[in-house]
């Protein structure tokens, strides 16, 4: 899968565009969760369809999210496992891209 991050600039953000750029392609075990595990971050709940574990990498962060294709796992929260930093737990939630609008002809 590819790891990407979103880049805002000013203008951009006056138009409601958000671009993602690909930081790197990575392995991942991707386990899906019987059932979705709500979470406090913050003032904010957040659910969990998905647990990813990968290698260590320093990179990542919450708002970042895996893609695979149209598959699409927005990262919410990051635990790290041991004391040696090799390996590391995403919590994603799934989502689908949107559609592109159909022009639909008015006669």
Known sequence: MRLQSYKLETAEIKAGRQYWRMLATVWLRITLLRSQLVFQRGAQEVAATHRVRMRFD????VGMRFR????????????EIG?????????????RP???AIAQDTQ
Request: include cysteine; charged fraction near 20%; charge should be neutral.
């Open 98 to 100: 949107a559609e592109p």
């Open 58 to 61: 320093g990179q990542v962060e």
């Open 83 to 95: 004391l040696r930093q090799k390996w590391q737990i995403c919590l994603c939630s799934q989502s």
């Open 68 to 79: 695979k294709g149209a598959q699409l796992l927005h990262i919410q929260m990051i635990e």
